[in-house]
């Protein structure tokens, strides 16, 4: 099968490059928030899904950590990444990148995601979904980043979301739904569709999985995310999951694993020594950096990979 050339030409490497044009001349690698040009995407695809209530201001960019974020979003999209079609193998999934459902970290937790997953041969879907606002300066900001991780981390059980996710939900839908119409423009076979979201991403996945009635997902990967119980459904796909100690949706809980073992759902978790939140593909000398290959493995022992 022969793949547009618009498809075949999404890189990575082809957005960083558009963003890091606008922002090289001071990017630390610390916490501190710097103002970004919001960069051009493309091959991002809008989703149709309508905006958010009570938004005044429009989407911007910023870079925390080295790492392009997007903020106040409120037209969703859903941008391919599409593996080299010797190496594809018809596995799809789609990737949320995480933020609290106030930004969304779409480099560590989204292109670069998409792009290692395209080496496995599988097509990757980048969903930027609509976000809650956070005003229009960095400081509102930086005050919406503070009541984010001040909730994040008292009492018994992992901390939910206190707001209506339908607006994630339905963008979620909508990809999924895209996926299923073009899937032979992409190459993928819809019996082999997953999702993997990481902190308010992994959240989200787990809305769709318990929630939504369109996604028929084949597999999920919640990367740190609450580890609270749940109600399995019954036709709940695989799950695998991974989560370090010291990151603060932990505390010792597993409640959600042995929630899909008590369903007899198959369950892989991994659980690390160190690693904290946010850390994407992996950061130096962190026993969580080797997730993603065991996501890969777990993948392909349960033959979501085998080409078709």
Same mark, same amino acid.
């Given at each position: 099968?022969?793949?547009?050339?618009?498809?075949?030409?999404?890189?990575?490497?082809?957005?960083?490059?558009?963003?890091?044009?606008?922002?090289?001349?001071?990017?630390?690698?610390?916490?501190?928030?710097?103002?970004?040009?919001?960069?051009?995407?493309?091959?991002?695809?809008?989703?149709?899904?309508?905006?958010?209530?009570?938004?005044?201001?429009?989407?911007?960019?910023?870079?925390?950590?080295?790492?392009?974020?997007?903020?106040?979003?409120?037209?969703?999209?859903?941008?391919? =990444?599409?593996?080299?079609?010797?190496?594809?193998?018809?596995?799809?999934?789609?990737?949320?990148?995480?933020?609290?459902?106030?930004?969304?970290?779409?480099?560590?937790?989204?292109?670069?995601?998409?792009?290692?997953?395209? $080496?496995?041969?599988?097509?990757?879907?980048?969903?930027?979904?609509?976000?809650?606002?956070?005003?229009?300066?960095?400081?509102?900001?930086?005050?919406?980043?503070?009541?984010? =991780?001040?909730?994040?981390?008292?009492?018994?059980?992992?901390?939910?979301?206190?707001?209506?996710?339908?607006?994630?939900?339905?963008?979620a839908e909508a990809a999924y739904d895209m996926i299923i119409e073009r899937a032979e423009e992409w190459g993928v076979d819809?019996?082999?569709?997953?999702?993997?979201?990481?902190?308010?991403?992994?959240?989200?996945?787990?809305?769709?999985? *318990?929630?939504? $009635?369109?996604?028929?997902?084949?597999?999920?990967?919640?990367?740190?995310?609450?580890?609270?119980?749940? $109600?399995?459904?019954?036709?709940?796909?695989?799950? =695998?999951?991974?989560?370090?100690?010291?990151?603060?949706?932990?505390?010792?809980?597993?409640?959600?694993?042995?929630?899909?073992?008590?369903?007899?759902?198959?369950?892989? =978790?991994?659980?690390?020594?160190?690693?904290?939140?946010?850390?994407?593909?992996?950061?130096?000398?962190?026993?969580?950096?080797?997730?993603?290959?065991?996501?890969?493995?777990? *993948?392909?022992?349960?033959?979501? *990979? $085998?080409?078709?």
């Open positions: 099968m022969t793949l547009p050339n618009t498809v075949l030409n999404l890189t990575k490497s082809a957005i960083f490059t558009l963003t890091l044009a606008v922002s090289a001349t001071a990017i630390a690698q610390d916490g501190k928030i710097y103002p970004l040009d919001r960069p051009d995407e493309p091959n991002a695809i809008p989703l149709n899904t309508g905006g958010v209530e009570g938004q005044e201001n429009p989407e911007s960019w910023f870079r925390q950590w080295g790492d392009p974020m997007a903020r106040n979003i409120s037209e969703a999209t859903l941008t391919p =990444f599409l593996p080299d079609p010797e190496k594809a193998n018809g596995a799809a999934v789609i990737v949320a990148p995480g933020g609290g459902f106030r930004w969304l970290s779409m480099g560590n937790e989204g292109w670069e995601i998409a792009e290692a997953l395209n $080496e496995q041969g599988i097509a990757a879907f980048v969903l930027k979904y609509r976000l809650r606002p956070t005003g229009a300066t960095i400081e509102d900001l930086e005050r919406s980043m503070n009541r984010t =991780f001040s909730s994040a981390g008292s009492g018994d059980n992992p901390p939910r979301p206190q707001w209506d996710l339908s607006n994630q939900l339905e963008d819809t019996d082999r569709i997953g999702m993997i979201g990481f902190s308010a991403g992994a959240g989200l996945t787990m809305h769709c999985t *318990l929630n939504s $009635e369109k996604m028929k997902l084949a597999f999920i990967g919640p990367i740190y995310g609450g580890m609270g119980p749940q $109600e399995v459904p019954e036709d709940a796909p695989p799950m =695998f999951a991974a989560i370090a100690t010291d990151d603060f949706l932990f505390r010792g809980q597993f409640g959600v694993i042995e929630s899909w073992h008590k369903a007899g759902v198959p369950v892989e =978790f991994h659980l690390y020594q160190n690693g904290g939140h946010g850390f994407g593909l992996g950061n130096p000398d962190r026993t969580s950096n080797k997730w993603f290959g065991s996501f890969i493995y777990w *993948l392909e022992v349960n033959d979501f *990979l $085998e080409a078709k």
